[in-house]
């Protein structure tokens, strides 16, 4: 929106005296006076190219001396018929009006950057367990409907945006056994077992309303089978992270692209049921290489979870539930430079929003999970706004005023 200022002029009453050497002082008595002037500038300000809405003239500041034999009258660019008149003294020779005009952006509007979106989910085989005592429902079907709605609301926020460049992309990581370089919902058999492989189910992509579908089709099939090989995960999410960099490095239309993963698991990194540390440190370095160019956010779904702080009190022991806890902090951005799970690995504690030490999410039952994903939506798509519409707000320049020029030479205030 364009916001106009009243230019403030100030006008300076002078009079001419026209001085002679001594020696013709006599002659000075009969000289005849005359005054001239050029035309009056300083209303042309109404035309400056500083008016108009671009921020090519961000900065910049136009002045303007006006010298006038007679009256000067100041008019106003958004109402003509507002005017002032500036009345010059019968014992002055001029007035001079000296104005000032400056221009700055203000921000009225904000446009949406393109968010690309890693959901990296945990399809082990404790995924066919139920979510907790009270409800028997089992938690890779309360994860389906959890990540349907979240790709519903992506897909509605898409349906607004009318450049494809603008739209959030989302692709999906599926973890549990063997990492597979194929793109899929694939299993492999070992034994008498069938596992999951650690792949990327879809890459990336816009969906809107008319499509969203067929993502969603695509969670819904996946089955649980398999160990918790978190560490393969983040393998595959960076190369997702990296070819979001390569796509908006060759496409000069979709700029400051914002990343962000979405990590969800049911347990502790296993390659088979206990916690493995190997797992664990593998995945956070891995992490510690995504969170340059993405933000991590993790969700975990299990017995004990604790988003407290992950170092140990005195009276506590390095337990399973204590590793787990802190390998989701180290993993997610919390703590951005954390090369393990151990406190003493983990650096730093980032802030939230609000001052405080952030943290990790836990759900409890099936209704928190939703609104942990739909909280963290919101937060990914309120955050990722760039200020780009501007308007023009004109500032005044507070000159010394009411000057008077007198034969002696000096001002007097």
């Given at each position: 929106m364009?916001?106009?200022?009243?230019?403030?002029?100030?006008?300076?009453?002078?009079?001419?005296?026209l001085?002679?050497?001594?020696?013709?002082?006599?002659?000075?008595?009969?000289?005849?006076?005359?005054?001239v002037?050029?035309?009056?500038?300083?209303?042309?300000?109404?035309e400056?190219?500083?008016?108009d809405?671009?921020?090519?003239?961000?900065?910049r500041?136009?002045?303007?001396?006006s010298v006038?034999?007679?009256n000067?009258?100041?008019?106003?660019?958004?109402?003509?018929?507002?005017?002032?008149?500036?009345?010059?003294?019968?014992?002055?020779?001029f007035?001079?009006?000296?104005?000032?005009?400056?221009?700055?952006?203000?921000?009225?509007?904000?446009?949406?950057?393109p968010?690309?979106?890693?959901?990296?989910?945990d399809v082990s085989?404790s995924?066919n367990?139920p979510v907790?005592q009270t409800?028997?429902?089992k938690?890779?079907?309360?994860?389906?409907?959890?990540v349907?709605e979240?790709?519903?609301?992506?897909a509605?926020?898409?349906?607004k945006?009318?450049?494809?460049?603008?739209?959030?992309?989302?692709?999906?990581?599926?973890?549990?056994g063997?990492?597979?370089?194929?793109?899929?919902?694939?299993q492999?058999?070992k034994?008498?077992?069938?596992?999951?492989?650690?792949?990327?189910?879809?890459?990336y992509?816009?969906y809107?309303?008319?499509?969203?579908?067929?993502?969603?089709?695509?969670?819904?099939?996946?089955?649980?089978?398999?160990a918790?090989l978190?560490?393969?995960?983040?393998?595959?999410?960076k190369?997702l992270?990296n070819q979001s960099?390569?796509?908006?490095?060759?496409?000069?239309n979709?700029?400051n692209?914002?990343?962000?993963v979405?990590?969800?698991?049911?347990?502790?990194p296993?390659?088979?049921?206990?916690?493995?540390?190997?797992?664990?440190e593998?995945?956070?370095?891995?992490?510690k290489?995504?969170?340059k160019?993405?933000d991590?956010?993790?969700?975990?779904?299990?017995?004990?979870?604790?988003?407290?702080?992950?170092?140990?009190?005195?009276t506590?022991?390095?337990?399973?539930?204590?590793?787990?806890n802190?390998?989701m902090?180290?993993?997610?951005s919390?703590y951005?430079?954390?090369?393990?799970?151990?406190y003493?690995k983990?650096?730093?504690?980032a802030?939230d929003?609000?001052?405080?030490?952030?943290?990790?999410?836990k759900?409890?039952?099936?209704?928190?999970?939703?609104d942990?994903?739909?909280?963290?939506?919101d937060e990914?798509?309120?955050?990722?706004?760039?200020?780009?519409?501007v308007?023009?707000i004109?500032?005044t320049?507070?000159i010394?005023?009411?000057?008077e020029?007198?034969?002696?030479?000096?001002?007097?205030?």
């Amino acid at each position: 929106m364009k916001k106009m200022t009243r230019v403030i002029v100030f006008i300076m009453a002078a009079i001419m005296v026209l001085s002679m050497a001594p020696q013709q002082v006599n002659a000075a008595d009969n000289i005849t006076k005359s005054t001239v002037a050029d035309s009056v500038t300083i209303n042309n300000w109404h035309e400056a190219n500083a008016l108009d809405d671009s921020t090519k003239n961000v900065g910049r500041i136009w002045t303007d001396k006006s010298v006038s034999t007679g009256n000067i009258t100041l008019t106003s660019r958004q109402n003509d018929s507002q005017s002032a008149t500036i009345t010059k003294s019968t014992n002055s020779d001029f007035l001079v009006g000296l104005s000032a005009l400056s221009s700055t952006a203000k921000i009225v509007g904000q446009t949406t950057v393109p968010l690309d979106i890693v959901l990296v989910l945990d399809v082990s085989g404790s995924m066919n367990d139920p979510v907790g005592q009270t409800d028997s429902t089992k938690r890779i079907k309360r994860l389906k409907e959890a990540v349907n709605e979240f790709i519903d609301s992506s897909a509605k926020e898409n349906d607004k945006r009318a450049d494809a460049n603008k739209q959030s992309r989302i692709a999906v990581v599926k973890f549990a056994g063997e990492e597979s370089d194929k793109i899929g919902n694939e299993q492999y058999r070992k034994g008498q077992y069938w596992y999951n492989y650690t792949q990327i189910v879809s890459g990336y992509k816009a969906y809107t309303s008319r499509d969203k579908s067929e993502l969603q089709e695509k969670v819904n099939a996946l089955k649980p089978a398999g160990a918790t090989l978190a560490d393969n995960a983040m393998e595959l999410t960076k190369e997702l992270v990296n070819q979001s960099k390569i796509d908006e490095a060759d496409n000069t239309n979709r700029k400051n692209v914002k990343r962000v993963v979405i990590f969800f698991t049911d347990g502790v990194p296993t390659s088979y049921n206990d916690f493995d540390k190997d797992v664990a440190e593998r995945a956070i370095k891995s992490a510690k290489s995504i969170k340059k160019d993405a933000d991590i956010y993790t969700i975990g779904v299990f017995a004990g979870a604790d988003d407290s702080s992950p170092e140990l009190s005195e009276t506590e022991t390095w337990t399973e539930t204590k590793k787990a806890n802190a390998f989701m902090h180290g993993l997610s951005s919390n703590y951005p430079i954390a090369e393990n799970y151990t406190y003493d690995k983990l650096g730093t504690r980032a802030k939230d929003s609000n001052g405080n030490d952030a943290t990790y999410y836990k759900a409890t039952d099936a209704s928190s999970l939703k609104d942990i994903f739909k909280q963290i939506g919101d937060e990914i798509i309120s955050s990722a706004q760039s200020p780009t519409d501007v308007g023009r707000i004109l500032r005044t320049f507070k000159i010394k005023k009411n000057v008077e020029v007198t034969d002696n030479g000096k001002d007097n205030f």
